[in-house]
């Protein structure tokens, strides 16, 4: 996969994937930082180009009274620093039109929603900041129909563009990851296994999110395995405090194993 045409990952290596990563939701400075640094140290201690990630706002939620952000410009603000900061590229999501605009003052990609990647009007706004696009493969949708959202981009005049698989719905409050969508993807754009969100069990009854972090190693394992060009994981201190998706989220002390594994794994498939 030619990864060229993603200026924001100009340092990638052929021979590792790279890695999204980040809290779920930007809940303030120093909590952003501080996991920034901490993955930082790990990525450069393994060689893994890194991408830091957090919602600015949360749009989609479960429950009137969920949490939804620290403030738009506010939480930009602080993912623009953190890129400053250690010199990385930043991914954040957008809901809407002006978002997009928004957005792309402060971050280097604009990330579709899941839910809304059919959404042309929203797709082709991110494509005409310039930023790249990343797309989040939608769970009713299947690996190949993507390949019309990577197009809306490219037709918009931005060949900046990467998919993210999360996990396909299978049954009520239950997701599976299809592997075999992967190789699929791929002869459309540079795709991504979201590690995490795969693991979410939405739309329970007390309207918060549940999840199996306990599996995070196992999907990942296999994306790995299969050859995805990227990782996207939600990573906090403390999960279980975390404002948003804790559920599904990697605690930040088993990130250095986890990876350490996944690049042995990458370094095996390689020499095939």
């Known amino acids: ?18 890695l999204l990563a980040g ?3 930007i809940e303030g400075e120093e909590m952003a930082m501080r996991i920034a640094e901490r993955v930082v140290g790990i990525t450069d201690k393994l060689k893994i180009p890194y991408v830091f990630k957090g919602s600015f706002k949360k749009a989609n939620r ?16 602080i993912l623009a620093k953190v890129g400053k900061e250690f010199d990385l590229p930043t991914v954040t999501d957008i809901h809407s039109e002006t978002d997009a605009l928004k957005a792309a003052e402060f971050v280097d990609i604009l990330q579709i929603p899941a839910f809304l990647v059919r959404q042309t009007d929203l797709v082709v706004a991110a494509a005409k900041t310039g930023r790249t696009v990343n797309l989040k493969k939608g769970q009713f949708m299947s690996a190949d ?13 931005n060949a900046q563009v990467m998919i993210t698989d999360r996990g396909t719905m299978f049954g009520y409050q239950d997701m599976i990851v299809d592997y075999r969508g992967i190789p699929v993807m791929q002869k459309f754009a540079p795709t991504i296994l979201d590690i995490t969100h795969s693991l979410q069990q939405p739309n329970q009854s007390s309207g918060v999110t549940g999840g199996k972090p306990e599996l995070i190693e ?12 990227g990782i996207f994981l939600e990573t906090h201190h403390d999960p279980a405090t975390a404002k948003s998706d804790g559920a599904n989220m990697l605690k930040l002390d088993h ?17 095939f």
């Open 1 to 18: 996969m030619d990864l060229s045409l993603i200026p924001s990952l100009k340092h990638l290596s052929s021979n590792n994937f790279f």
């Open 23 to 25: 809290p779920c939701a």
């Open 62 to 77: 479960s429950r009137i009274d969920s949490f939804t952000g620290i403030g738009d410009e506010k939480a930009l603000r």
């Open 145 to 157: 129909a993507m390949k019309h959202a990577v197009k809306k981009v490219q037709d918009s005049g």
């Open 218 to 229: 196992t999907v990942a394992r296999a994306g790995i395995a299969v050859g995805v060009d």
């Open 255 to 271: 990130l250095e194993d986890l990876l350490t594994k996944l690049v042995a794994i990458r370094a095996t498939i390689n020499k």
